[in-house]
């Protein structure tokens, strides 16, 4: 069993920057996939980025350009560098770890952006 642990959510003004870190307590190294997802209020959960145990990332085009997802194995981390924020970027982030046979997600943490 693995534990994700989300933290550096908060308030932020409109073009600011802010930078989520997703802690795990056990080794990455199996996850095939780790990610970034966020659910807005009255939305569906969605993806924002994730990144592959080679180092190959996907973004929502929502967020191309601006965010930049990052992950350290030695660390057991993922990163997600957040600039040029905007009001739509308010939601709940989640990180998530991913293999074939295993699925983790995170409690969560709040971002609001402010205009």
């Known amino acids: 069993q693995v534990q994700l642990v989300e933290s550096g959510g908060g308030l932020v003004q409109a073009g600011g920057s802010l930078r989520l870190s997703c802690a795990a307590s056990g080794s990455i190294f199996r996850f095939n996939v780790m990610g970034w997802y966020r659910q807005a209020p009255g939305k569906q959960r969605e993806l924002v980025a994730t990144i592959t145990s080679g180092g190959s990332t996907i973004y929502a085009d929502s967020v191309k350009g601006r965010f930049t997802i990052s992950r350290d194995n030695t660390k057991s981390t993922v990163n997600l560098q957040m600039n040029s924020l905007k009001p739509e970027d308010t939601a709940v982030y989640y990180c998530?770890?991913?293999?074939?046979?295993?699925?983790?997600w995170g409690q969560g943490t709040q971002v609001i952006v402010s205009s």
């Open positions: 998530e770890a991913r293999s074939s046979f295993e699925q983790y």
